[in-house]
C-alpha cells in the first residue's frame, strides 16, 4: 500500500515558539494531502484540505494565520503551527489522497505528537 | 455527509471472528462505505470500502445491506494486534472528497 510519513514523530516546544510539521508520500504522488488534529479520547477532526500549488481550505474554527500550511510539491505538505501555546498540545495527522488505478483512497501518515510547554 | 452510528465498544475473543456494526441510514446512492481503524497512538489505517457489493480483501470482508443503510465488518479471525478503534466512514469516492470521523468502535480482542 501507499506510504506517508511524517516528520517529526514527536516534538516538545515553549509557548510562543512555532513548530513545522512535514507530511511526505513516498511512493506516489499526491494532488491533495489533509491535515488532522486528535485530542486524548477524541476522534479525529479535520483542520485543513491542502492542494499542491494553491492556498488551502480551512474547516471552520481553525484559523489559518496560526496554522500555516504549504503544499509546494506533489509529495509535500508542512503545517506550521506558529506561536504554539499549551492549548495546541495534541496529535496532528495528516494524509495524501491517492488517485491510483484501483480506488481513491486516502493514506494517513504516523502522526506527530506536539506537547507545547 | 451521511452520518455513521457505531457501539462504542466490543470485544471479541482472540481466534474469533469480529463483527462491527455500522448504520447509515441516510447513505446517497453515490456514497461508499469505509472503514478505517486506529491503532493506539498510530494514524488511521485503511481497511476496506464498498458501494453495494460484499468485498473481501486480505484485511476483512465487508457486508452491505441490500438498501445500503447498514453493514458489518468481519475480522475473520481476530488477533490481539486487531485492537483498536474502527471507524465507519460514508464518502463519496471522487476527488478531494474529505473523510468526516465519527467516535468510532473501540474493539478489544481478549486473549
Known amino acids: 500500500g501507499a506510504v506517508v510519513s511524517q516528520h517529526p514523530s514527536w516534538v516538545i516546544c515553549k509557548s510562543g515558539t512555532s513548530v513545522k510539521i512535514e507530511c511526505r508520500s513516498l511512493d506516489f504522488q499526491a494532488t491533495t494531502m489533509f491535515w488532522y488534529r486528535q485530542f486524548p479520547k477524541q476522534s479525529l477532526m479535520l483542520m485543513a484540505t491542502s492542494n499542491e500549488g494553491s492556498k488551502a481550505t480551512y474547516e471552520q474554527g481553525v484559523e489559518k494565520d496560526k496554522f500555516l500550511i504549504n503544499h509546494a510539491s506533489l509529495t509535500l505538505s508542512t503545517l506550521t503551527v506558529t506561536s504554539a501555546h499549551p492549548e495546541d498540545s495534541s496529535f496532528y495527522i495528516c494524509?495524501?489522497?491517492?488517485?491510483?488505478?484501483?480506488?481513491?483512497?486516502?493514506?494517513f501518515g504516523p502522526g506527530t505528537r506536539l506537547l507545547v510547554l | 455527509d451521511a452520518k455513521t452510528t457505531q457501539p462504542t465498544s466490543m470485544d471479541c475473543a482472540e481466534g474469533r471472528a469480529a463483527n462491527l456494526p455500522c448504520n447509515h441510514s441516510?447513505?446517497?446512492?453515490?456514497?461508499?462505505v469505509y472503514w478505517y481503524r486506529q491503532i493506539h497512538s498510530q494514524g488511521p489505517q485503511y481497511i476496506i470500502h464498498g458501494l453495494k457489493n460484499n468485498e473481501t480483501n486480505e484485511m476483512a470482508s465487508l457486508i452491505i445491506t441490500e438498501d445500503r443503510k447498514s453493514s458489518t465488518l468481519i475480522l475473520p479471525h481476530a488477533t490481539l494486534r486487531d485492537t483498536a478503534v474502527y471507524y465507519c466512514i460514508v464518502r463519496r469516492n471522487f476527488g478531494n472528497e474529505k473523510l468526516t470521523f465519527g467516535t468510532g468502535t473501540r474493539l478489544t480482542i481478549i486473549p
Open positions: 494524509s495524501a489522497h491517492s488517485s491510483g488505478e484501483i480506488m481513491e483512497t486516502q493514506y
Open positions: 441516510t447513505i446517497s446512492g453515490n456514497e461508499y
